[in-house]
């Protein structure tokens, strides 16, 4: 049984889609998700455990041996990253209860679960994949499906937000199939690890610069790197609570993954840092977008699109800490992918709490909802302190280690330009704050009527969580210090 | 070999180019998916140009060849052509859907639309 944990982790998920679909009773299919999203967390949990202690793990689909077979292939970066994956998805399915059935009619659930199941599939499948095509087919599975949870938004703004995200979303992916055929031109394999072999003994040409030209800019669209979002606020924004709360802690981070995947294991840093001043490139885009996101944000009426442009922004620090290519700035990197999701995640919660309750997300809607709805408001602004990295947060480990990254390299500009754009984080968080807490209710209603217990808690669970691990910090900074010393090569 | 010999290339490069021409510029929904088809067919004879070997004969062992066309190429592109279709089709699903809702689907009229409260 468990030699076949790694199949197992993408298998499961697949499995329990179809029978979501066939499972139409009331919400039994949510029971079907339920199983589906936890059975994922134990196996990504007993890998990464397998993997700290005895190494890589290769798993053979089908025992085809590679390169010719497909390989699945776990070492300390993708182990950490489904944790996070099947984490957030865990988390969020019992959450989804309560929310999807007063947004969809329990009739409609069943179609939910199926499409929200197979977007976990594809998730986990990008992630655990050691070939670069299978890669493309389960980033496509995932997209597909997003793209479905996207158009299921009651606004009729979804519907042109996911085709939005269907047309940029497939021309990103087509970007990276371009890449990986050009690839497999060059080398004749299709093997990540073998890839890397093969580019390190061949010397640097125009197919393959111009193969690592597409996978970058298909990556980058798929992760949202400024100027490349224009996809995400609108998604993110339409998007039903749940969906929102998942694809913000878990889409945007695989597509991260695959980025350092693509930099460091297959092509290495001379490569990857050698054809393009790609390391400028990043350190510039990703500042711009800390601080043109975080003031768009600023000044948006919508707390969930307000939250997607700050999405924008956060995904900066990630890209940031990557452009420093040294130890304590990749680990960073790692480190905020984990505490953003846990953030965001619990963030993008509370608002669908708000909005089960008063049915609108709009800040002049808010007044005195600090009064009306205590714990869910006390889980935003916990959420937000995060987002603005204040001390015993998760986010200021995040932040910590990245202008550690920053000063190591020397650029204490950098440093500097962290400090301020979180400066912006307080003033969009400040703007839900004043309106919930110090402005009266519009008609006096004080009362409490909190959400319900299913939604508090698991709201509760990201928020405390972030919280746990912006004080116990031995399991993100072990696991991503170990991983950003593999990616750079030092062992 | 000349620039003639490798027009298999230049046949990828001029679709690529138009469906994402077409993508880009044109308003209506319907239109930019059929660009995006384009687009992704061009990829698909990028892969199948790749994978010929000249001379080759179709991979199936024969006493009378030695030289195989390699067919990894080939059934890797079955995949995205079965991915391309499901995008077309959800494209597609997403457009009837829109002009349900808008009564449009000119892109610019949608926005029109969503001007007003």
Redesign the interface.
Known sequence: MTEHLAALQVVIPLLCAPICMLVRYRDWSWSVALFGSWSCLAISWLLLQQVMTSGVISYHMGNWVPPIGIEYRIDEINAFVLLIVSAIGAIVTPYARESVRAEFGVNRVYMFYTSYMLCLCGLLGVTITGDA?NL??FL?ISS?SS??LI?MGKD??A??A??QY??LG??G??FI??GI?LL??ETGT?NMADLANKLSKNPINKTIGTAFGFLFVGISLKLALFPLHLWLPNAYTFAPSVVSAFLAATATKVAVYVLLRFLFTIFDIKISFGVLPLESVLLALSIVAMFVASVVAIFQPNIKRMLAYSSVAQIGYVILGISFININGLAAGIIHLFNHALIKGGMFLAVGCLFYKIASVNIDKLAGIGRRMPLTMAAFVVGGLGLIGVPLTAGFISKWYLIIGALDRGLWWAAVLILLSSLLAVIYIWRVVEVAYLKPSPDGNNHIEDAPPSMLIPTWVLIGSSIYFGINTDLTVGVAKQAARQLLGGG | MSLFGLYNYWIVVFLMMAG?YV?VAHEN?IK??VG?NV??AS?FI??IT?GKVQGGTAPIIGENFTIYSNPL?HV?IL??IV?GV??TA??LA??I??KE??GTIEDDE?AAL?EEP
Request: glycine share 4%; no cysteine.
């Open positions: 095509f493309f087919v496509e597909l793209y479905v158009a009729r703004r519907l042109k996911a085709y269907l047309i497939t021309i992916a087509t199939v371009i055929g497999y031109a299709l | 994402f993508v929904l930019k998916i995006l687009f992704q990829v990028l892969y790749v190429p890797l995949t995205a991915v499901a995008t959800l494209g997403l457009v859907r829109i809702a808008y949608i969503e």
